[in-house]
């Protein structure tokens, strides 16, 4: 199994900045990406940012410019700094990991728990 835990979250005021951290741990092989994905209150969860095994990072439009994805291989880490944050960026922030537990395993994604992100005007 794979074990995910995020941190970082909190109450900012707009164009603050917060910095999340999600580690994995557990039975992992190799990682192929890791991201963040963001879920507003009665809204569909959304893709934030993601970094794939070769080091390519993918950004919603919407943050582009203001949030920088990055990792730390060797604790299987990533990052999320967020800048300039704005009200909208208020959400439940999820950290995904894609990952096989051994040469043969399929790849599978873990979630973290999630951590509360609130931006006030």
């Known amino acids: 199994q794979v074990q995910l835990v995020e941190s970082g979250g909190g109450l900012v005021q707009a164009g603050g900045s917060l910095r999340l951290s999600c580690s994995a741990s557990g039975s992992i092989f190799s990682i192929d990406t890791m991201g963040w994905y963001r879920q507003p209150a009665g809204n569909e969860r959304e893709l934030v940012a993601i970094?794939?095994?070769?080091?390519?990072?993918n950004y919603a439009t919407s943050v582009k410019g203001r949030f920088t994805i990055s990792r730390d291989i060797a604790k299987n880490t990533v990052y999320l700094q967020m800048d300039s944050l704005k009200p909208e960026d208020t959400a439940v922030y999820y950290c995904?990991?894609?990952?096989?537990?051994?040469?043969?395993?399929?790849?599978?994604?873990?979630w973290g728990q999630g951590t509360q992100v609130t931006v006030s005007s």
């Open positions: 970094i794939i095994s070769g080091g390519s990072r």
């Open positions: 995904n990991v894609r990952a096989r537990r051994g040469v043969r395993d399929p790849q599978r994604g873990y």
